[in-house]
């Protein structure tokens, strides 16, 4: 028993020390580098085989997949000028107004968010954002933050708004109107809410006016047949939500597609693309599975379904803000994918009411909002901003985050239970 404690807290050493070395980046080293080298000191402390490693980073192949798809269409609208195009007519629409142009992109970012995924904003959205501030010559900071934010805010609008929907819920994920009813009205007070302090926080930058007469660029054929392509993953994935599919493979399968089509109409090489395609991200979510497969082993999840079970028998609305709100912070602390792997694990032996699966699921997707590696998705987005030559340190987006996550994270937790 001593020896098996021992394990557990070694195990839970390494697992904490790789997320902080996410969260702080020493030497500003790339994010990936720490949960591998948590992966790999498990494998060398006898605490994992490296059989059962390979194993657990297999179980993110979905996961790497629709990443691989997305990070491929992105990288094709970077060089094809579609981004451009599309940041002249937003600024063009914006007439001058800051504020419409903050509004305009944050109705995008919902759009993206909702139909993409909240990786595709942070993929997609991000370099389009900045070539928009960057037409209207305003500050692209306070645009930029919109593809951060409402990355989470919007992603449990539907089923394939985020990845970590899926990984929740797992092979139980409710028919599409039954999605609808149990989350339309936390999703709106949501996105609202963080339009709102988002808003109220960026007013001072917001305040001077931007660019209105600009010369909007046409679209190269290449660019309209990215946008085709992004347009048909859209459908695609919506079509495989209503399937019940797994997203992975479709996206992967519509990214490389519109990569071939546009290749070959334009009779380059596939390197001009791979080679702008942030691939480190992969190696850092296989990182994840194998530090959560772990985790799991310590006996944690046992407990937590226990403790679940019983804070759900003696109230269920006091579980469900409870859970949520837990589970919100838990979120930024090991990244929420790492937190939606264990609820979902916690979910199957507990069977708690659904309101409380609901919470679990809004407190993974909306938590992260508060630190700037709480989500996959905003560490995505900070990859896109370096290669813009934008960064944004941990205790800035914290400082933010504590005033725009709180209050939208209470206001869907309230809406969950009005709805039930």
Same mark, same amino acid.
């Given at each position: 028993?001593?020896?098996?404690?021992?394990?557990?807290?070694?195990?839970?050493?390494?697992?904490?020390?790789?997320?902080?070395? #996410?969260?702080?980046?020493?030497?500003?080293?790339?994010?990936?580098? /720490?949960?591998?080298?948590?992966?790999?000191?498990?494998?060398?402390?006898?605490?994992?085989?490296?059989?059962?490693?390979?194993? +657990?980073?297999?179980?993110?192949?979905?996961?790497?997949?629709?990443?691989?798809? *997305?990070?491929?269409?992105?990288?094709?609208?970077?060089?094809?000028?579609?981004?451009?195009?599309?940041?002249?007519?937003?600024?063009?629409?914006?007439?001058?107004?800051?504020?419409?142009?903050?509004?305009?992109?944050?109705?995008?970012?919902?759009?993206?968010?909702?139909?993409?995924?909240?990786?595709?904003?942070?993929?997609?959205?991000?370099?389009?954002?900045? +070539?928009?501030?960057?037409?209207?010559?305003?500050?692209?900071?306070?645009?930029?933050?919109?593809?951060?934010?409402?990355?989470?805010?919007?992603?449990?609008?539907?089923?394939?708004?985020?990845?970590?929907?899926?990984?929740?819920?797992?092979?139980?994920?409710?028919?599409?109107?039954? /999605?609808?009813?149990?989350?339309?009205?936390?999703?709106?007070?949501?996105?609202?809410?963080?339009?709102?302090?988002?808003?109220?926080?960026?007013?001072?930058?917001?305040?001077?006016?931007? +660019?209105?007469?600009?010369?909007?660029?046409? *679209?190269?054929?290449?660019?309209?047949?990215?946008?085709?392509?992004?347009?048909?993953?859209?459908?695609?994935?919506?079509?495989?939500?209503?399937?019940?599919?797994?997203?992975?493979?479709?996206?992967?399968?519509?990214?490389?597609?519109?990569?071939?089509?546009?290749?070959?109409?334009?009779?380059?090489?596939?390197?001009? #693309?791979?080679?702008?395609?942030?691939?480190? #991200?992969?190696?850092?979510?296989?990182?994840?599975?194998?530090?959560?497969?772990?985790?799991?082993?310590?006996?944690?999840?046992?407990?937590?379904?226990?403790?679940?079970?019983?804070?759900?028998?003696?109230?269920?609305?006091?579980?469900?803000?409870?859970?949520?709100?837990?589970?919100?912070?838990?979120?930024?602390? *090991?990244?929420?994918?790492?937190?939606?792997?264990?609820?979902?694990?916690?979910?199957?032996?507990?069977?708690?009411?659904?309101?409380?699966?609901?919470?679990?699921?809004?407190?993974?997707?909306?938590?992260?909002?508060?630190?700037?590696?709480?989500?996959?998705?905003?560490?995505? /987005?900070?990859?896109?901003?370096?290669?813009?030559?934008?960064?944004?340190?941990?205790?800035?987006?914290?400082?933010?985050?504590?005033?725009? *996550?709180?209050?939208?994270?209470?206001?869907?937790?309230?809406?969950?239970?009005?709805?039930?």
């Amino acid at each position: 028993m001593i020896l098996a404690a021992h394990a557990d807290g070694l195990t839970w050493s390494i697992a904490g020390a790789a997320t902080a070395g #996410v969260i702080a980046r020493p030497w500003r080293l790339p994010e990936a580098i /720490w949960p591998v080298l948590g992966a790999a000191l498990l494998i060398l402390s006898g605490l994992m085989s490296w059989q059962e490693a390979l194993t +657990a980073a297999g179980r993110g192949t979905d996961v790497y997949l629709f990443l691989t798809g *997305m990070m491929l269409l992105a990288e094709l609208a970077r060089c094809e000028g579609l981004f451009d195009t599309l940041a002249a007519l937003a600024v063009h629409w914006a007439k001058g107004s800051a504020g419409a142009l903050f509004a305009l992109l944050y109705c995008v970012g919902i759009a993206v968010t909702v139909f993409l995924s909240n990786d595709a904003t942070a993929v997609v959205l991000t370099p389009a954002v900045y +070539a928009a501030a960057k037409a209207a010559r305003a500050k692209p900071l306070p645009y930029l933050l919109i593809c951060a934010f409402i990355a989470n805010a919007a992603s449990f609008v539907l089923p394939i708004s985020n990845p970590a929907n899926l990984v929740l819920f797992g092979g139980h994920m409710p028919p599409l109107m039954a /999605w609808l009813a149990r989350f339309t009205l936390p999703s709106f007070l949501a996105i609202v809410a963080t339009f709102v302090v988002l808003r109220l926080t960026q007013r001072a930058a917001l305040r001077q006016d931007v +660019a209105r007469n600009i010369v909007v660029p046409s *679209m190269k054929p290449g660019g309209w047949l990215t946008l085709y392509g992004i347009g048909a993953t859209a459908v695609a994935l919506l079509t495989a939500s209503a399937l019940g599919t797994q997203l992975g493979l479709v996206t992967f399968f519509a990214g490389g597609l519109t990569a071939v089509v546009v290749l070959l109409y334009k009779s380059e090489a596939s390197w001009v #693309v791979l080679r702008g395609v942030s691939w480190s #991200v992969l190696p850092l979510v296989a990182g994840l599975f194998v530090l959560v497969e772990s985790l799991k082993r310590t006996g944690v999840i046992g407990g937590l379904a226990t403790a679940l079970s019983h804070w759900a028998a003696q109230s269920v609305e006091s579980a469900t803000l409870g859970s949520g709100a837990l589970i919100a912070v838990a979120s930024n602390l *090991m990244n929420n994918l790492s937190t939606g792997l264990i609820a979902a694990q916690v979910l199957a032996q507990s069977h708690p009411p659904a309101a409380v699966t609901d919470a679990l699921l809004i407190g993974v997707d909306l938590g992260p909002n508060l630190s700037i590696t709480g989500s996959l998705a905003t560490v995505l /987005w900070l990859m896109a901003l370096r290669r813009e030559g934008q960064a944004v340190g941990f205790w800035e987006f914290l400082k933010l985050g504590a005033l725009v *996550m709180p209050p939208a994270l209470l206001l869907a937790l309230a809406g969950l239970i009005f709805t039930a």
